[in-house]
């Protein structure tokens, strides 16, 4: 009997004693379930992610592995402030970037020589990973790691000794600091020019956590704990399957394609419910110049309605600067969207509210749809074996004005709504479509115009089992308003041949200090990869400044690049020409200059 079978198994077998103890039987699950551990994880809801390392620093994204471990020099680092700040914020837990590809180690890695250990920090007595581990028990928030296994450092990656000496990393963050939550495993490997490729032995990598760690859930692009969204936005799909077909794909260049990660998969093989991570800021990293671009209040509940309301965790990245701290933007930004939220969802509009459905499984009050009211997680709703359609009318009793409508399947029995709508009844007793949506999963929030009814009610229009359903509540978002579409593309910019460079003409000879490149929005069109930068002060004769040069990570998060020079050049024009893009033929420039 497999880890993961076991655990499930056990889990329902708790559940259902105590629901269904004697008359008519439960629903028997349907396809894949959550585990334990993975139905816990997914009611956290949101999390924090905190990038900080070398990077910091140096304002890059990914670090070269040759950095002075000196670099790294916190002057104030305060991990109680950071766990201060997320519990303040409504987060369960901290995830922290303990090695990123630099493979510098926030904490002193005997099987490494690019560590705290090494460095200035504390004379080397240092470790981030305790301080942090101690902090979120101190405060009540569980504690996660993420470990990158591409390592620009060490000398044994690329062959195949450099397994082991990730395993032994792994072992040594995972074996000495308490429970941990979640284990992030980034699929990048050796990406860039002449970039060394390491075969990954991941099942020795899950097998280290599980033995260490068994009740973790394991991030990648392919689980097997949760998966990723398929973009670094924050946003999941319309559609939304907690469910994925694994077999053929691998974290990093073979995972499934980003349509399957964003949807999941309908009658997927295995339980990977999705996680959207996204930055407060443009970049994973803290940077002063982003001091200003700190994502709005409307930005961020827009991502919390497509993360949270589509059946995803919310993996919000809050960096600390240079000093070791939240900076004081962005944690004033997250108080703001606490507040908000807490405004959002502090009354529920259904309380009160009376509910009859056309279909109660075997009649019993046990499984009567006035379980989707209350506030207990293991009461539900459910229909009768082989009723695969049904509606639930919700009487509130008086007029009621609302925008948000929350519903939630009970998913320890799997996820089993593929199609719904919700209408209102007006004051003329005629029932309006308010509503139409694809899957439920966990939690979903609809958005609607404002709306005001005495009764709403639920179709469930397609599901793979009989209905099961556990929440419902209606809310009132006064802050961000109707309707807004989020995540739809800008088509602002153009979008050009991946054979054309990109030309700058100044007018007039100036000296610049780098240069900055903005694909369109969501890297629509496709966003270059690697390019040749050259200048010229006539136009005639070039001089060649980078060549096969990175934008690093700028497929999973287009956003602007900036580019700082080692000097200051004297240039009127500059040419940068894409080697490589992400689309086939096409890249989209939404802007290119120069820094000063």
């Excluded at 004693?17 to 334990?36: E, F, H, M």
């Excluded at 599901?463 to 556990?470: D, K, R, Y």
Aim: hydrophobic share 35%; net charge negative.
């Amino acid at each position: 009997m497999t880890r993961n079978f076991a655990n499930t198994l056990c889990g329902l077998l708790a559940g259902s004693a105590s629901l269904c103890s004697c008359g008519t039987d439960a629903p028997a699950p349907y396809g894949p379930v959550p585990t334990p551990a993975q139905l816990e994880w997914q009611k956290m809801e949101t999390n924090m992610f905190c990038h900080f390392g070398p990077n910091t620093f140096t304002n890059a994204e990914w670090g070269t592995g040759q950095e002075d471990e000196n670099v790294f020099n916190p002057t104030a680092m305060d991990c109680r402030q950071w766990a201060s700040i997320a519990k303040a914020a409504g987060m369960k837990g901290i995830i922290i970037t303990a090695k990123h590809h630099d493979g510098f180690c926030l904490w002193p890695n005997p099987v490494s020589r690019h560590t705290v250990a090494q460095s200035s920090w504390k004379d080397g007595k240092g470790d981030v990973l305790r301080e942090l581990s101690d902090a979120c028990r101190e405060y009540g928030l569980k504690f996660g790691v993420y470990i990158s296994p591409w390592d620009r450092n060490d000398p044994a990656y690329g062959t195949d000794e450099y397994n082991e000496v990730f395993r032994q990393t792994l072992s040594s963050a995972l074996g000495n600091y308490g429970p941990v939550f979640e284990q992030w495993f980034d699929g990048a490997c050796g990406e860039g020019p002449n970039g060394k490729v390491q075969v990954y032995d991941w099942d020795l990598y899950h097998g280290t956590v599980y033995d260490l760690q068994p009740e973790a859930v394991i991030f990648s692009d392919v689980g097997p704990g949760c998966r990723w969204i398929g973009n670094e936005a924050g946003y999941a799909g319309e559609t939304c399957w907690s469910t994925l077909d694994t077999a053929g794909f691998a974290p990093g260049t073979a995972a499934p394609a980003t349509e399957s990660l964003n949807s999941g998969n309908p009658g997927g093989e295995a339980w990977i419910p999705g996680e959207a991570d996204v930055s407060i800021r443009p970049g994973w990293f803290y940077k002063d110049s982003e001091n200003d671009k700190v994502k709005t209040l409307s930005e961020l509940l827009g991502i919390y309605y497509a993360s949270v309301g589509r059946n995803s965790l919310l993996l919000l990245n809050v960096p600390p600067d240079r000093r070791g701290l939240i900076c004081g933007t962005d944690s004033l930004r997250l108080m703001e969207f606490r507040s908000a939220l807490d405004k959002i969802f502090a009354e529920d509009l259904s309380d009160g509210a009376i509910a009859e459905a056309t279909s109660v499984r075997g009649g019993s009050k046990r499984f009567e749809a006035s379980n989707i009211l209350d506030d207990n997680y293991d009461s539900y709703w459910a229909a009768d074996d082989g009723v695969n359609e049904a509606s639930i009318v919700v009487s509130l009793g008086g007029m009621r004005t609302f925008n948000r409508i929350m519903l939630q399947e009970y998913i320890p029995f799997g996820q089993r709504v593929a199609e719904f709508s919700v209408d209102v009844r007006d004051s003329s007793g005629t029932w309006r479509r308010a509503a139409e949506a694809t899957t439920i999963g966990y939690k979903r929030i609809l958005l609607t115009d404002r709306l005001t009814s005495d009764a709403v009610r639920i179709n469930i229009e397609k599901s793979f089992a009989c209905p099961v359903l556990n929440g419902f509540g209606l809310y009132m978002d006064e802050i961000t308003g109707e309707t807004e579409g989020w995540d739809e593309p800008d088509d602002s910019g153009n979008v050009k041949k991946s054979s054309e460079p990109l030309v700058l003409d100044l007018g007039k000879t100036v000296v610049a200090e780098g240069f900055y490149y903005t694909p369109k929005k969501r890297g629509s069109g496709g966003c270059i990869i690697s390019y040749d930068l050259e200048f010229s002060t006539d136009g005639k004769t070039w001089t060649g400044m980078y060549s096969d040069k990175l934008f690093e990570n700028i497929v999973n998060n287009p956003v602007r690049q900036a580019v700082r020079f080692s000097e200051p050049v004297e240039l009127r024009y500059l040419r940068l020409t894409p080697l490589r893009t992400s689309a086939e033929e096409t890249y989209g420039v939404s802007g290119f200059g120069i820094l000063k």
